[in-house]
């Protein structure tokens, strides 16, 4: 009769048997996945600005721009924790709390540095909105860009959290190029093609008027 061969007290409570299955933990995620529009949930067609199911190599460049800033933001969404809210209110209360018991020399050093950090983010602003539009408007040079600005409230578009990107998205609408049906290359093909009929034609007028001169002699 064949006996289960049992294992000492201390393995048992620390290895178990592998049976073969994952032993109903979650999927290991090893980043294998294909590189195109798809996003994780499975989902197919379009988003507002790309295409979902497309390779990035075979995207617009606005389109590429537009996969990149959600990919960084599925991302960003995924490392902020669940209780980020609750955090930050204790973060707070903390920080309230450590600076009741300053003295008024380090009260007045931390209202100091508190200024500059708010002067500096305040210079930093307007870089931060051209960097988005940029981003929306790449057919725009420099200084149409400039332009753009000149006469814009550029501090509208930030808030605590930093850019408003929504709302950057929402102004740069408006200002956007029109995407043609057709890829760079058929472009510069038909253009190839129409020059090649212009200098076939061109070629058969002068035949044409040559020959006529000619007979007129």
Known sequence: MKTERKLPAWIRFVVEPD?????????????????TGGDESGGTGET?????????????????????????????????????????AKAEK????????????ERAVEE????????GRKAL?????????????PHLSAGQLDDLLENVAVEKFVTDDGVDVERVRRFAKPFKQPVESANL??????????RKESAGDSIAAYRERELARYKAK
């Open 19 to 35: 049976t073969g299955s994952s032993g109903g933990g979650e999927p290991v995620d090893t980043g294998a996945g294909s590189d």
């Open 48 to 88: 507002d600005s790309f295409p979902v199911d497309t390779p990035v190599k075979d995207m617009t460049p606005e389109q590429q721009v537009a996969y990149w800033k959600h990919q960084a933001r599925k991302h960003e969404n995924r490392a902020r924790p669940k209780n980020f809210d609750e955090i930050v």
């Open 94 to 105: 903390f920080d309230e709390l450590a600076k009741q018991q300053m003295s008024d020399n």
């Open 112 to 119: 100091a540095k508190a200024v500059a950090f708010a002067e």
């Open 125 to 137: 602003v307007p870089s931060l909105v051209r960097a988005e539009l940029r981003a929306e408007l």
């Open 185 to 194: 290359f058929g472009n510069v093909m038909s253009k190839t093609r129409e």
